[in-house]
């Protein structure tokens, strides 16, 4: 695997867990003035760990 593809992967892997943490432990932000609820981070969860798996699926496909 590419240094390169690694890093996003792993990249995108670590953002997917921390919104996973965020949701499980409802974990409040606030961008400003706006509140951002806790269930948003359940699909950021799912996008950004289907990317991770997408591009690693990806990556050991085209290196057979």
Same mark, same amino acid.
């Given at each position: ?11 995108? !892997?670590? *953002?997917?867990?921390?919104? /996973?943490?965020?949701? #499980?432990?409802?974990?409040?932000? $606030?961008? &400003? ?10 699909p !950021?969860? *799912?996008?950004?760990g289907? /990317?991770?798996?997408? #591009?690693?699926?990806?990556?050991? $496909?085209? &290196?057979?």
């Amino acid at each position: 695997m590419k240094p390169s593809i690694a890093t996003a992967v792993i990249f995108l !892997a670590a *953002v997917s867990a921390a919104q /996973l943490t965020r949701f #499980l432990l409802r974990i409040e932000v $606030r961008a &400003g003035e706006v509140l951002i609820p806790p269930w948003w981070s359940l699909p !950021a969860f *799912v996008f950004t760990g289907g /990317l991770a798996l997408w #591009l690693w699926v990806e990556n050991r $496909r085209s &290196g057979r």
